[in-house]
């Protein structure tokens, strides 16, 4: 019994550890940096829309972070800027692009944390049927 107890959890954890993202779901990377400390945390890209975008903040050590994104999306809006995700890290939340016909958008995503720390951020992002 405590075997197969052992081979459960074991199972358990590799399927939740596939899983990506704290939502769930088929979440890959799209970018990820590790920044030293008083080095500003930056990470830029292109991103499809229809997409779905999650931002994740590691920090050593634990401290509270702020982050806030931009997008351009092109001529068919103006260019969007916005307060993400905030807390004490690690942290995750999602980032929304603005809503438009799909195609490609520049994203901006910049953490700052309260206290020097070394930070990595990671952006994950997931195909989305629709627009987000």
Not at 24 to 52: C, D, N
Not at 74 to 100: D, F, I, M, Y
């Amino acid at each position: 019994m405590r075997v197969f107890s052992a081979v459960l959890a074991l199972t358990l954890v590799g399927v939740a550890a596939g899983c990506g993202g704290s939502s769930g779901g088929s979440w890959s990377v799209l970018v990820q940096q590790t920044f030293k400390p008083h080095e500003a945390a930056y990470l830029h890209t292109s991103v499809g829309r229809p997409s779905q975008l999650e931002v994740q903040v590691h920090a050593s050590p634990n401290v509270q972070s702020t982050t806030n994104y931009s997008a351009d999306c092109g001529n068919e809006s103006p260019q969007w800027h916005r307060r993400g995700p905030a807390g004490k890290t690690p942290l995750t939340g999602r980032v929304v692009l603005p809503p438009g016909p799909p195609g490609s958008c520049f994203f901006a995503i910049s953490a700052t944390p309260a206290q020097a720390a070394k930070i990595t951020v990671v952006l994950l992002t997931r195909a989305s049927a629709g627009p987000t």
